[in-house]
């Protein structure tokens, strides 16, 4: 049984389209986070939810907009998607939020926009 | 400001010798501390964490890390490397905001050589 999974795998789309990814955790963990790997492999936080609740958005432009239906599932939704959004996406639960807590990731979506 | 530094792009080491991989931090306050390992277009996969206590902190699949308050590192080693421990390996820092925001460093990647 997969922990955290994400879909699609791959993801390619043209310039100014809308796409979403859709994460699922089973781990019965209370928070989710997505992040962005660049292609030089550094690692950000974009969002944290702790059950459907937003904590942590970083500055990212508000094109982004995650949704956290329930507990297990948040989603990240991007509008008008541009080449500089071009990226790994992770998304990883951990079983509380707390900064001793580690996070669980799903396998990534490789986001290409062309 | 958190931050992690991680001043090894790529460590070379010889299968059977001992690894090092180095990490630094910098944080105001007690720091949380984790190794995570990423294997090709895999996420990344949880190591070992410091949080208080022992400095030296034992993982997943014989690695440890030491961490040294005087030195503000924390640097994961192993005492005979495997061909199947070549991966990239992101060493990260948390404190207690109240939120699960972990700063990663950008990343070393190891080459285990048979």
């Known amino acids: 049984d997969t922990a955290v999974s994400q879909t699609p795998k791959y993801l390619v789309t043209q310039m100014g389209n809308d796409k979403s990814i859709k994460c699922e955790q089973n781990?019965?963990?209370?928070?989710m986070y997505w992040y962005k790997q660049d292609s030089k492999k550094f690692l950000k936080i974009m969002f944290s939810?702790?059950?459907?609740?937003?904590?942590i958005n970083e500055t990212v432009p508000n094109r982004f907009s995650p949704k956290s239906p329930d507990k297990a599932h948040l989603n990240l939704h991007i509008n008008s998607l541009e080449l500089g959004d071009s990226a790994v996406y992770f998304c990883?639960?951990?079983?509380?939020?707390?900064?001793?807590?580690?996070?669980?990731f799903g396998q990534g979506t490789r986001l290409t926009v062309v | 400001a958190q931050s992690v530094a991680q001043p090894e792009d790529q460590v070379n080491v010889a299968e059977g010798n001992p690894l090092t991989v180095k990490c630094t931090y910098s944080?105001?306050?007690?720091?949380?501390l984790f190794w995570y390992v990423q294997y090709p277009n895999r996420g990344l996969q949880f190591l070992l964490k410091?949080?208080?206590?022992?400095?030296l902190v034992k993982g997943s699949y014989g690695f440890e890390a030491e961490f040294n308050k005087s030195q503000t590192s924390f640097h994961l080693k192993k005492p005979s490397a495997l061909v199947s421990d070549s991966a990239l390996y992101f060493c990260a820092v948390s404190t207690l905001t109240g939120a699960n925001n972990l700063f990663f460093g950008t990343g070393t990647r190891l080459t285990v050589i048979p």
């Open positions: 990883a639960s951990s079983r509380v939020t707390g900064a001793a807590t580690e996070a669980f």
């Open positions: 781990l019965g963990h209370d928070t």
């Open positions: 939810y702790n059950n459907k609740e937003l904590i």
């Open positions: 944080v105001s306050g007690n720091p949380y």
């Open positions: 410091y949080i208080t206590g022992d400095n």
